[in-house]
């Protein structure tokens, strides 16, 4: 097992095959799979029906019996982390097509800490909270801020946890099935909704490093430029402080540079960024050019 282990579904209402090869490419070109002592740093599996010939070598594929419906087959990825690791291994899963662009490791390895505790969490935490979490038996989770809209608090992209808590969250998810299909859309945010309102007082979030995760809309230029103002209100202004712990991270970028660089002789994505997540139709992404140039 690997120290990070990333999960996601392939079929109906969830990743296509490029889309898993595409994050496979991006952790091997940031050379992310294994230190150079040998040591295993991340692995990825998809669950799916797809025949394991269509993915690449470095992806681990995993037949599935699945028992919901289109896009909710997500929840089978906790299930199969839980499965798979010991409950203090970190389980990661990607609801929405993802690739790493920088820095990606960091994210990856830091500790998700199991129930009730807050030992080797990657950022200091306040006294008052870690008894919170001992008293309560909270459920520590590594998420990221949702800076660009308002339907979540936090990025519904991607959630880093145990594996024991990784089973907690799938049981209470089947538990709860027929509610949560009834009441909550069947997207990464419908999602990240349900643990937000139905399970947030049992979690705990853990401090993260603002603007690590960005959504790009596939071939919508308008639609990026208008996050490249909401960045310099709701991100920029944390490259300076550290009350988050983190502050600026771009090592070797240029802190002055917007998110997403149209016109520069040598800016394209800020250094703050490890993830972009695409949204939008995927199935045509090398036709944007931006994607194609600087993504890719």
């Known amino acids: 097992m690997a120290v990070a282990n990333i999960y996601v ?20 070109k940031r050379r992310s799979w294994e230190s150079h002592e040998g040591i295993s740093l ?39 982390g839980a499965k798979d690791m010991h409950d203090e291994d970190k389980v990661i899963v990607l609801t929405q097509p993802t690739i790493g662009v920088e820095l990606i490791g960091i994210p990856m390895l830091e500790s998700a800490p199991v129930q009730g505790s807050t030992e080797n969490a990657a950022k200091s935490i306040a006294e ?21 809209n308002d339907e979540t608090d936090m990025s ?7 594996a024991g808590t990784a089973r907690w969250i799938y049981n209470e998810f089947k538990s709860a099935y027929e509610e949560i299909s009834e009441d909550y859309d069947p997207t990464c945010y419908g999602l990240q909704q349900w643990l937000e309102c139905d399970l947030e ?32 209100s709701q991100v920029r202004p944390w490259f300076a402080s550290a009350d988050d712990g983190y502050g600026w991270r771009g090592l070797g970028g240029d802190e002055e540079a917007e998110l997403f660089s149209y016109d520069h002789e040598y800016r394209d994505i800020s250094r703050q960024v490890s993830f972009i997540t695409f949204e939008g139709d995927t199935s045509n992404i090398t036709e944007d050019e931006y994607v194609r140039w600087w993504m890719l």
Request: charged share 20%.
């Open 128 to 148: 008052e909270d870690k008894a919170l979490v001992k008293e309560q038996q909270l459920y520590p989770i590594q998420q990221f801020d949702n800076w660009w």
């Open 42 to 80: 991340c692995s990825l599996t998809v669950l799916t029906n797809e025949s394991s010939d269509s993915f690449y070598r470095q992806v681990k594929v995993k037949p599935w019996d699945f028992e919901f419906e289109g896009f909710w087959n997500t929840a089978h990825c906790y299930q199969a």
């Open 9 to 28: 579904y392939c079929g109906e209402g969830g990743w296509s095959v490029d889309d898993v090869n595409r994050l496979s490419e991006s952790i091997s």
């Open 201 to 232: 007082e049992q979690l705990f979030w853990l401090n993260h490093a603002h603007g690590i995760n960005a959504p790009y809309h596939v071939s919508n230029k308008d639609v990026q430029l208008q996050r490249n103002e909401l960045w310099e």
């Open 156 to 162: 519904p992209f991607w959630i880093g946890v145990a």
